[in-house]
């Protein structure tokens, strides 16, 4: 049985996480793949990040807004297509928000000039990752998705 997981590989060298992000795209699972980045400076960044389920709210909204609408004639499809499709992306945008919180929970540990490789996934077996993570000589963390939910919410109210 596949547990969805929130796994985080450190790297020392950013050069080296970018191209592990490539290889960890293809894994079994991933939902998100990401990198944050901390320049020597302090700042952060998020160079990478891929999201394989980005649209899908928008896209599932709009068709079922607009087959609900056939029930009423082709004006009725088109607004509910049209309602079904602000809704979806209304629902696209509170998750971006709840990404976003979750970065800055994740940043708090990226130091100075290092980076972090993040995958949102449905983990069966934790041996591709490993693999990924023993290539570059890094160890995956992880951790329960929804305990890392649990854990931006606190974050986000205690802000």
């Known amino acids: 049985m596949a ?12 050069r080296t996480c970018r ?16 990198v944050l980045e901390r320049a020597a400076d302090g700042t952060l960044d998020v160079p990478l990040g891929h999201d394989a ?8 909204a709009g068709a079922a807004g607009g087959l609900l609408g056939l029930v009423t004639g082709p004006l009725g499809a088109l607004l509910g297509a049209t309602a079904g499709a602000a809704f979806g992306n209304a629902l696209e ?3 971006e928000g709840e990404e976003y919180a979750a970065m800055i929970v994740l940043s708090s540990g990226v130091q100075d000039g290092t980076s ?4 949102d996934l449905k983990e069966e077996e934790e041996g591709p990752v490993d693999e990924l993570a023993a290539r570059y000589g890094t ?14 919410r606190k ?3 205690d802000a």
């Open 116 to 119: 972090l490789l993040v995958l």
């Open 93 to 95: 945008v509170q998750r």
């Open 53 to 60: 389920e980005a649209g899908e709210a928008t896209v599932g």
């Open 19 to 34: 191209v592990a992000y490539a290889d960890a795209l293809p894994l079994p699972g991933v939902r998100q793949v990401a």
């Open 3 to 14: 547990v969805h997981r929130v796994v985080t590989l450190p790297f020392t060298d950013p």
């Open 139 to 152: 160890v995956a963390g992880r951790e329960e998705a929804k305990d890392f939910a649990a854990r931006v």
């Open 155 to 157: 974050a986000w109210k």
